[in-house]
């Protein structure tokens, strides 16, 4: 099993560009997230999915959209891209609800600048 | 506001020592608490969950401790290696929460020193 994959690994966007950030899971998890993590800072929630055609709202959503139209992948767009979008990017996934079943598998992230 | 919060300096110390680091909450309460480890360029890692009614919990060196009193998890590493040297995150889900989502801390970065 790979796990959660995420791509690409790196990526320069010039403000006001768009972008998709894809993130595939092999592991039948019901339950996916975006997260985002600035220097220092902890992980923000951005989007999560409880299952295929179910998103909602994370902490910091502005400026992102998200689909989930399969079980196993998890796309995030980011329409006109800032400065302030600068950050690294993780994807995770979790079976679901309950204690054991919420522990999370991230992938490896995703460095985007926009300058 | 609800806050969690751990220790922003780095921990700096010798191999074959005990790590102790702190992750304290303020107004939630937590159904349980997830600690991960992230190295540089990578994603975290799981590695103890440890619930409200719960003291205590162990594996390997790892060693995960829980007040609800006080409002504070700690996670201690045991005969410290400097392959431990990452940084560590505290995560909660509250009890009320009907979606599961955990909350993240900032981490705290553990240097082992040989």
């Known amino acids: 099993n790979a796990g959660v994959t995420q791509t690409p690994k790196f990526r320069i966007l010039k403000i006001g560009q768009s972008m998709t950030l894809q993130c595939a899971q092999d592991?039948?998890?019901?339950?996916m997230y975006w997260y985002r993590q600035d220097p220092g800072m902890g992980l923000k929630l951005i989007y999560y999915s409880v299952g295929a055609g179910i998103t909602d709202k994370g902490e910091v959503p502005n400026g992102y959209n998200v689909s989930r139209s399969t079980t196993e992948d998890f796309p995030l767009r980011l329409e006109l891209a800032a400065p302030s979008q600068t950050s690294v990017y993780f994807c995770?996934?979790?079976?679901?609800?309950?204690?054991?079943?919420?522990?999370?598998?991230f992938g490896s992230g995703t460095q985007l600048s926009v300058l | 506001s609800q806050k969690i919060e751990q220790n922003s300096e780095a921990l700096n110390i010798q191999e074959g020592k005990t790590a102790t680091l702190t992750c304290n909450y303020t107004?939630?309460?937590?159904?349980?608490l997830q600690w991960y480890r992230q190295d540089p360029g990578r994603g975290p890692v799981f590695l103890l969950l440890i619930r409200e009614n719960e003291k205590e919990k162990r594996k390997e060196r790892l060693k995960v401790t829980f007040d609800t009193t006080l409002k504070q998890s700690l996670f201690h590493i045991t005969a410290s290696q400097p392959a431990d040297s990452a940084t560590y995150l505290c995560a909660l889900v509250e009890l009320s929460s009907n979606t599961g989502k955990l909350i993240f801390g900032q981490g705290t970065t553990l240097q082992v020193k040989p």
């Open positions: 107004n939630y309460s937590p159904a349980y």
């Open positions: 592991m039948n998890h019901n339950y």
């Open positions: 995770a996934s979790s079976r679901g609800r309950g204690a054991t079943n919420e522990k999370l598998f």
